[in-house]
């Protein structure tokens, strides 16, 4: 039996959906796992053929990681901080990371199936921690039933019109480039959708309602930009969240996003690289390694002094509505990344500070899994190296408590969560300056973030007019914060960051 839960006709349609996102989304934090790598339950029967868990992991081999192991991590994962999961594809597919879906409507048998996932779901709402899935609908996989059926009956096949099929054979297992059909990026293994075709676009709907009615609480869409019939992702937002009107659904756009969520009518947030590679380009400088981010989508070289990141910051948030710069899903690194630990070249103290900025920013913020260990790898498939459960030494645990301490800040401060943003300093676009300082102000407090990515004592003198404060409370950190009559001075050592919340004077 096939996906059953597919069925016709076509329903009415549905009025556009709210162009809000969900309330809880500025408040979470999120940890993305990649299922195969981060925690594998012995209560799991798994074939033979594994990977050994330690070794490095390669393109094709699987670890056997699986649900019921994130269920069993749970309590590490709230310990850091985090409530609310990201998971890389978790459908049935032939590959370790799931992007090539065989069917839509069963969670992975290597992942523990359809139960492991209800289990996980089941122990995600006792503690409270939110849900989101990774949607693949550009593009399938040779083992979908609807394109077997046309690798095994040709022409002949009722399925024809669901792919863009130029002539036949099809050649899928040709890696030369005759593959007869349309493909996401040329891939064989990847056959796309047509989505022009109205049945396509109803199975695509149906399976976006179908887990939504399963309980999780986003979808993280993958290449959504590949996907051009007018229309599509808007009817995707309005029959989704009339599911779930709280459903976040977050693009996977890599550059400028305001094409699809400054009006509202697409996604809630985009997977924010630009501020990833703004960051890193900044907490890092010159440690990043040029050769790392070669064909890598996001800027991280050349190096950004103080000034070059907070023009960058500004046109990022410049860029989208308050709406979305609050739910921007912001990130330091996933599974398309080189490691934020191997880009610092293993600098203990610009990973701390790029946490500091990540944690601190508008936006939803991410922690890829074993970031907060200062986890290495390099590019694609380093990068998906299996958590070190077993090896505790390897594991920065000076950074895995800066995340507890930033994340839990956050928690206690509203103005870190859904506050405004105001740069405080340099004061203008002057180059030089590794002194980098702003304010988030809202529920009532106002906070100030300092950030030193240079290698000595950095000051900044600021007017008493731009931060009216008697008294300045360190937070978490390492700075000092004088009030004058006039200015206030702040001063950080270098490589270090600190937050202060400023009283306001009386």
């Not at 985090?82 to 069917?103: E, G, K, M, V, W």
């Not at 921690?129 to 990774?134: A, F, P, T």
């Not at 910051?313 to 990130?331: S, T, W």
Request: negative net charge; proline residues 8%; charged residues 25%.
């Amino acid at each position: 039996m096939w996906q059953t839960e597919w069925v016709m006709p076509v329903p009415e349609a549905l009025p556009p959906a709210d162009p809000n996102p969900p309330a809880w989304v500025a408040d979470s934090v999120f940890y993305q796992i990649f299922p195969d790598r981060f925690a594998r339950s012995l209560d799991l029967e798994k074939p033979a053929g594994l990977e050994a868990w330690d070794s490095p992991p390669t393109v094709h081999g699987y670890k056997g990681g699986d649900l019921l192991g994130i269920v069993e991590k749970l309590g590490w994962i709230q310990d850091l901080g985090c409530d609310a999961l990201y998971l890389n594809p978790i459908f049935q597919s032939a590959s370790n990371h799931r992007y090539h879906t065989h069917d839509y409507y069963r969670v992975d048998p290597l992942l523990g199936g359809d139960e492991a996932f209800d289990a996980l779901l089941k122990a995600c709402r006792r503690r409270g921690v939110r849900v989101m899935l990774d949607g693949v609908l550009n593009h399938a996989s040779r083992g979908f039933f609807q394109f077997n059926d046309l690798l095994e009956n040709g022409p002949h096949s009722p399925w024809l019109d669901w792919f863009d099929i130029h002539d036949f054979p099809l050649g899928a297992y040709d890696d030369n480039g005759s593959i007869n059909y349309r493909a996401w990026w040329g891939l064989p293994a990847l056959p796309e959708f047509n989505t022009d075709n109205p049945q396509v676009r109803e199975y695509l709907m149906q399976v976006g309602e179908h887990w939504a009615r399963k309980g999780i609480d986003g979808w993280r869409l993958d290449v959504p930009g590949e996907i051009t019939t007018p229309g599509f992702w808007e009817e995707f937002r309005a029959r989704t969240r009339a599911v779930n009107p709280e459903l976040y659904l977050v693009g996977e756009i890599w550059d400028d996003a305001r094409e699809w969520i400054v009006r509202g009518d697409r996604f809630d947030a985009t997977m924010n690289y630009l501020f990833a590679g703004a960051t890193i380009s900044f907490a890092a400088n010159r440690r990043v390694d040029p050769s790392l981010g070669e064909g890598v989508s996001y800027e991280l070289y050349p190096s950004m002094d103080a000034a070059g990141y907070a023009a960058r910051i500004e046109r990022l948030l410049g860029m989208y509505p308050d709406r979305a710069d609050h739910v921007n899903f912001n990130l330091l690194g996933s599974h398309d990344t080189p490691r934020v630990a191997q880009l610092a070249g293993g600098d203990g103290k610009a990973l701390q500070l790029a946490a500091l900025l990540l944690l601190t920013f508008p936006g939803a913020p991410s922690i890829y899994y074993g970031d907060e260990i200062g986890l290495l790898g390099g590019k694609d498939p380093d990068n998906r190296r299996a958590f070190p459960w077993s090896d505790p030494k390897s594991w920065d645990c000076d950074l895995y408590a800066a995340h507890q301490d930033l994340i839990r800040l956050r928690r206690t401060h509203a103005a870190l969560r859904t506050g405004g943003y105001a740069r405080l300093w340099p004061p203008t676009d002057e180059p030089g300056d590794m002194l980098y300082v702003f304010a988030r102000e809202g529920g009532g407090e106002r906070m100030v973030v300092a950030a030193n990515a240079g290698d000595a004592m950095e000051v900044a003198v600021l007017s008493s007019i731009d931060l009216p404060s008697d008294r300045f409370d360190l937070v978490w950190g390492n700075g000092e914060a004088s009030v004058g009559e006039h200015a206030v001075r702040i001063a950080v050592p270098p490589q270090s960051g600190a937050v202060w919340r400023a009283i306001p004077a009386s």
